[in-house]
Protein backbone atom coordinates (compact mmCIF):
# COMPACT_ATOMS: atom_id res chain seq x y z
CA UNK A 1 0.00 0.00 0.00
CA UNK A 2 1.32 3.41 -0.99
CA UNK A 3 0.57 6.36 1.02
CA UNK A 4 0.50 10.14 -0.16
CA UNK A 5 0.00 13.23 2.20
CA UNK A 6 -0.68 16.26 0.37
CA UNK A 7 0.81 19.61 1.80
CA UNK A 8 1.23 23.44 0.75
CA UNK A 9 -2.40 24.42 -0.55
CA UNK A 10 -3.73 27.65 1.03
CA UNK A 11 -5.07 30.82 -0.05
CA UNK A 12 -3.12 32.86 -2.26
CA UNK A 13 -3.63 36.14 -4.95
CA UNK A 14 -3.73 36.13 -8.31
CA UNK A 15 -0.20 36.41 -9.92
CA UNK A 16 1.26 34.71 -6.99
CA UNK A 17 2.92 31.48 -6.11
CA UNK A 18 2.74 28.25 -4.22
CA UNK A 19 4.29 25.00 -3.73
CA UNK A 20 2.42 21.82 -3.01
CA UNK A 21 4.75 18.96 -1.30
CA UNK A 22 3.69 15.34 -1.83
CA UNK A 23 5.30 12.91 0.78
CA UNK A 24 4.95 9.01 0.27
CA UNK A 25 5.73 6.24 2.02
CA UNK A 26 8.92 5.53 3.63
CA UNK A 27 8.35 2.16 2.88
CA UNK A 28 7.55 2.79 -1.14
CA UNK A 29 10.38 2.87 -3.46
CA UNK A 30 9.08 5.70 -5.10
CA UNK A 31 11.47 5.21 -8.11
CA UNK A 32 8.83 2.64 -9.26
CA UNK A 33 6.35 5.00 -9.58
CA UNK A 34 5.25 7.29 -12.31
CA UNK A 35 3.89 10.67 -10.66
CA UNK A 36 1.09 12.91 -11.18
CA UNK A 37 -0.29 16.18 -10.18
CA UNK A 38 -4.49 15.99 -10.80
CA UNK A 39 -7.08 18.85 -9.63
CA UNK A 40 -10.30 19.19 -9.16
CA UNK A 41 -13.00 22.02 -9.11
CA UNK A 42 -16.27 22.29 -7.81
CA UNK A 43 -18.64 20.62 -10.17
CA UNK A 44 -16.21 19.46 -12.48
CA UNK A 45 -14.27 15.99 -12.93
CA UNK A 46 -10.78 15.51 -11.70
CA UNK A 47 -8.29 16.23 -14.09
CA UNK A 48 -4.52 16.23 -14.53
CA UNK A 49 -2.24 18.54 -14.50
CA UNK A 50 1.32 17.63 -14.63
CA UNK A 51 2.97 14.13 -14.67
CA UNK A 52 6.24 13.05 -13.86
CA UNK A 53 8.60 9.82 -15.07
CA UNK A 54 9.77 7.19 -12.85
CA UNK A 55 13.36 8.57 -13.06
CA UNK A 56 11.88 12.28 -13.21
CA UNK A 57 13.89 12.77 -17.12
CA UNK A 58 10.36 13.54 -18.29
CA UNK A 59 7.46 15.11 -17.72
CA UNK A 60 3.77 16.55 -19.21
CA UNK A 61 1.52 18.94 -18.42
CA UNK A 62 -1.98 20.24 -19.39
CA UNK A 63 -2.32 22.85 -22.11
CA UNK A 64 -3.57 25.24 -19.04
CA UNK A 65 -0.61 25.26 -17.23
CA UNK A 66 2.35 24.87 -19.15
CA UNK A 67 4.56 27.53 -18.47
CA UNK A 68 3.23 28.41 -15.09
CA UNK A 69 3.39 24.92 -13.04
CA UNK A 70 6.85 23.01 -12.48
CA UNK A 71 6.61 18.92 -11.86
CA UNK A 72 9.63 17.84 -9.68
CA UNK A 73 10.38 14.69 -7.40
CA UNK A 74 12.87 13.51 -5.52
CA UNK A 75 12.95 9.88 -5.21
CA UNK A 76 15.63 10.09 -2.26
CA UNK A 77 13.68 12.13 -0.19
CA UNK A 78 10.28 10.06 -1.31
CA UNK A 79 8.91 13.44 -2.33
CA UNK A 80 7.16 14.79 -5.01
CA UNK A 81 6.62 18.73 -5.52
CA UNK A 82 4.20 21.03 -7.77
CA UNK A 83 6.04 24.65 -8.29
CA UNK A 84 2.60 26.85 -9.00
CA UNK A 85 3.79 30.54 -10.42
CA UNK A 86 1.37 33.24 -12.12
CA UNK A 87 -1.84 31.48 -10.15
CA UNK A 88 -5.02 32.65 -11.61
CA UNK A 89 -8.57 31.77 -10.13
CA UNK A 90 -9.33 29.05 -12.74
CA UNK A 91 -6.33 27.63 -10.70
CA UNK A 92 -8.62 26.75 -7.72
CA UNK A 93 -9.50 23.67 -7.08
CA UNK A 94 -8.86 20.59 -4.74
CA UNK A 95 -5.14 19.40 -5.73
CA UNK A 96 -4.48 15.59 -5.40
CA UNK A 97 -0.90 14.01 -6.13
CA UNK A 98 -1.41 9.94 -7.72
CA UNK A 99 1.33 7.30 -8.27
CA UNK A 100 0.84 4.60 -10.86
CA UNK A 101 3.80 1.50 -11.25
CA UNK A 102 4.17 2.99 -14.71
CA UNK A 103 7.40 4.18 -16.23
CA UNK A 104 6.28 6.75 -18.40
CA UNK A 105 4.80 10.28 -17.85
CA UNK A 106 2.01 9.87 -20.04
CA UNK A 107 0.74 6.63 -19.25
CA UNK A 108 -0.40 8.60 -15.77
CA UNK A 109 -2.42 11.61 -17.46
CA UNK A 110 -5.78 9.72 -17.50
CA UNK A 111 -7.05 9.91 -13.62
CA UNK A 112 -8.12 5.78 -14.12
CA UNK A 113 -4.55 5.12 -14.63
CA UNK A 114 -3.38 6.03 -10.82
CA UNK A 115 -3.35 3.36 -8.25
CA UNK A 116 -2.91 5.52 -5.59
CA UNK A 117 -3.99 8.54 -4.30
CA UNK A 118 -3.50 11.42 -1.63
CA UNK A 119 -6.30 12.93 0.34
CA UNK A 120 -5.99 16.47 -1.69
CA UNK A 121 -4.87 19.74 -0.36
CA UNK A 122 -6.64 23.05 -1.36
CA UNK A 123 -6.00 25.76 -3.32
CA UNK A 124 -7.74 29.16 -3.50
CA UNK A 125 -6.97 31.73 -5.97
CA UNK A 126 -8.36 35.08 -5.37
CA UNK A 127 -8.97 37.53 -7.80
Known amino acids: QVQLVESGGGLVQAGGSLRLSCAVS?????????MGWFRQAPGKERAFVATISRSGKSTYYSDSVKGRFTISRDNIQNMVYLQMNSLTPEDTAAYYC???????????????????WGQGTQVTVSS
Open 98 to 116: GAAKTDRAYDIITPTEVDY
Open 26 to 34: ARTILSTYA
